[in-house]
């Protein structure tokens, strides 16, 4: 049974688990659709940014460094203090670095857009669904002529419509400025 079809036997089940598979099948396409450099950057950046890579760098400096001290006699040096070459090499791995790792970064932000984005448009329509709901539970009420509650006012406000662009005004005229 492939991971597709045990993901659907399972969506079937619960809707948690429809969910899940969901997701999990959005990011999945989401490191499909990489470019080849975003691939390579990412390889890299997991690499790069491991225990291992800390050692191997650490032994290649300090290797470097005793042997241009000339503290192993049976190796000549080949880069004498002030370790110009070394200077070189490590000021260009970190140019190099800083533009993979941007690489993987930029990537990074517009897959969180992408996911705000969704995020946003499931919150509107759950809001949505539940002023239909809140709705349909007043006109119950009413015809069941239920007495007044002194909730009623904000069951009514809540009923309406959210303007998001007035209250994306509001928050923006009311949280902290940069």
Excluded: C, Y
């Excluded at 790069?48 to 290797?63: E, K, N, Q, T, Y």
């Excluded at 006699?73 to 533009?99: C, H, K, N, Q």
């Amino acid at each position: 049974m492939s991971k597709r079809e045990a993901a659907q036997k399972h969506s079937d089940a619960q809707p948690a688990l429809k969910n899940i598979s969901s997701i999990s099948q959005l990011e999945h396409q989401a490191l499909e659709t990489r470019s080849l450099a975003e691939t390579i950057s990412d390889a890299l950046t997991k690499a790069i940014g491991s225990f291992p890579s800390i050692v191997l760098h650490a032994g290649f400096f300090l290797a470097w460094i005793i042997i241009n001290l000339e503290w192993v006699r049976a190796v000549p040096p080949f880069d004498p203090f002030p370790f110009g070459v070394l200077t070189l090499i490590v000021s260009t791995e970190g140019v190099l670095l800083a533009i993979i790792i941007l690489i993987s970064q930029n990537r990074m932000i517009r897959q969180a857009d992408r996911r705000a984005h969704l995020d946003l448009q499931i919150n509107l329509l759950a809001e949505q669904e539940a002023s239909l709901i809140l709705h349909q539970v007043r006109r119950i009420a009413e015809r069941m002529q239920l007495p007044p509650d002194e909730r009623d006012r904000e069951a009514a406000l809540l009923t309406e419509n959210t303007d998001v662009d007035k209250v994306m005004h509001v928050l923006e005229e009311q949280l902290p400025k940069e």
